[in-house]
């Protein structure tokens, strides 16, 4: 008799291994299958399996959730007849076979409810379930398209508010790249919005290639970025068409929600009338000032000194450092008093001279502005002087005028910056001021010497009658005397 144990066949060892692979192998695809059914349930979007044809194979529990369907009841819908319009499918399913997948497609499908679900869907291969076979992912973007379209309504008021401001408005972000502006600034400066929002804000404004504060100008933004306060200032700014204005600005910081300050918004006001008012009123004090001081010079000052003193006040009203001022006597000799004060110690010209007779002027600018009666200015270097002068960067030479007629001469140099339009109108100002008061100043002297030529004549005279009238005298005195002594003798 045989036991089972005998009957049974022996396997071998290779065939013992190859069992235990297969059972190993079965192992690791459930493994795997477990792990991956895990990870595919614990998505947070929607996932898939599906043919091209549009049949289900696999979703996990955030599809069912988001569309309203059991698992069961998607696996016999066609994927088709999820979409809001099933026809789009077929065009996805085209592009994707175009292009091998669709990546961040926004559409709408519908829920189980009738309900419209906005979605945004990948679709890529899934090689491991066959050639037709893809993934697909839904990430429901309903939350996010709320908030864009409140982003888009505060957007919307934003720029309502922004365009609705009467003053210019320019948003500049932390690389003064100007990022948004209101109609009000296109209309105001003459750009189009593509010439100013992408570009920096020194460019549009003052037409500089870097920062204001690289070429010594002063701004107000880095302040703002730093101290996260408002400001404002006052600047120049240039038009498209090369226009000039004065423009007050408010600066205002822009935070974001831990606090930084990520722009600033600039309201600009043009204040070129108000700026030209305040500047006229400064510029007329000023002149008043001057004005009163050389007159006092003129009134109080003796005048060996008077012109030295007059000459100060114009250098000192002009910025300029070197100078002269003098008149033309009646022999027009331009006499130059204040040269002595100023300038003599520091001009090594041989055989200088205070006293220029006509015939000597020559033909530089302070002789041209005597003969032209006019003011003649220059901001270059001046080449025709003589050696040993004093070096002149630039000058203005201004005839004194007194009804026609120049009766003196102011000539200033080397302001440290050029002479404007301005220096030349306040100091023309200050000329016509001057010309009446010398003009009496030079006539009353005239006077004084014509008084003291006159009282030395008349000394003369009264000197030669007196002597005429006394030898007579004498002479009678002699007869008388000589009478007497007759007389006596008698």
């Not at 477990?34 to 955030?62: K, M, V, W, Y």
């Not at 085209?94 to 990948?122: F, P, R």
């Not at 101290?227 to 205002?252: A, R």
Request: glycine share 6%; hydrophobic share 35%; aromatic share 8%.
């Amino acid at each position: 008799m045989t036991t089972r144990k005998d009957t049974m066949p022996r396997r071998s060892g290779a065939t013992r291994k190859k069992a235990f692979d297969v059972i190993s192998q079965r192992h690791e695809i459930d493994l795997s299958e477990i792990l991956f059914r895990s990870l595919f349930e614990q998505l947070p979007i929607g996932a898939g399996l599906a043919t091209l044809d549009g049949h289900i194979l696999l979703c996990n529990n955030t599809i069912v959730q988001m569309l309203g369907y059991s698992e069961d009841e998607l696996k016999r819908i066609n994927v088709s007849d999820l979409y809001l319009n099933p026809q789009e499918r077929k065009l996805l399913i085209k592009q994707y076979q175009a292009e091998g997948c669709i990546k961040k497609y926004e559409t709408a499908m519908k829920c189980k409810d009738g309900a419209s679900l906005q979605v945004e869907l990948t679709i890529i291969p899934f090689p491991q379930f066959g050639r037709d076979v893809v993934f697909t992912a839904l990430n429901d973007i309903r939350k996010r398209k709320q908030f864009e379209d409140q982003l888009l309504e505060r957007e919307i008021y934003y720029r309502s508010l922004l365009h609705t401001i009467k003053d210019d408005i320019i948003v500049i972000n932390r690389d003064y790249i100007v990022t948004d502006i209101n109609n009000s600034f296109l209309n105001t400066t003459g750009y189009q919005r593509e010439d100013v929002t992408g570009h920096h804000c020194y460019e549009i404004s003052h037409g500089y290639n870097e920062p204001c504060r690289h070429l010594g100008k002063s701004c107000t933004l880095p302040k703002v970025f730093f101290t996260g306060m408002p400001d404002k200032c006052q600047h120049e700014h240039s038009h498209l068409d090369g226009t000039k204005v004065y423009v007050d600005i408010l600066l205002s910081p822009l935070k974001d929600n831990d606090g930084n300050v990520t722009h600033i918004i600039e309201s600009i006001r043009d204040i070129t009338d108000l700026y030209k008012i305040q500047n006229a009123l400064l510029n007329s004090e000023k002149e008043l000032s001057i004005r009163n001081n050389i007159a006092n010079i003129f009134l109080t000052v003796p005048d060996d000194e008077m012109y030295g003193e007059v000459l100060q006040a114009v250098l000192e009203a002009t910025e300029s450092i070197y100078g002269v001022f003098g008149y033309i006597n009646e022999e027009e000799t331009l006499i130059v008093p204040s040269m002595t004060r100023h300038v003599w110690d520091k001009c090594n010209i041989i055989d200088k001279d205070n006293v220029f007779p006509q015939e000597a002027w020559g033909c530089s600018s302070w002789p041209r502005a005597i003969r032209e009666k006019r003011t003649i200015y220059s901001n270059e270097p001046s080449t025709n002087i003589s050696q040993g002068h004093i070096g002149i960067l630039r000058h203005v030479s201004l005839p004194v005028i007194h009804q026609g007629e120049v009766i003196g001469l102011i000539q200033i140099a080397n302001k440290i910056t050029d002479y404007t339009p301005k220096d030349i109108q306040l100091l023309e100002t200050i000329g016509s001021n001057i010309a009446p008061v010398l003009a009496a100043r030079l006539q009353r002297e005239r006077l004084h010497i014509d008084l003291a030529d006159y009282a030395a004549r008349l000394e003369r005279f009264l000197y030669t009658a007196s002597h005429d009238l006394k030898s007579p005298l004498i002479t009678i005195k002699g007869f008388i005397g000589m009478l007497e002594q007759d007389l006596v003798k008698v």
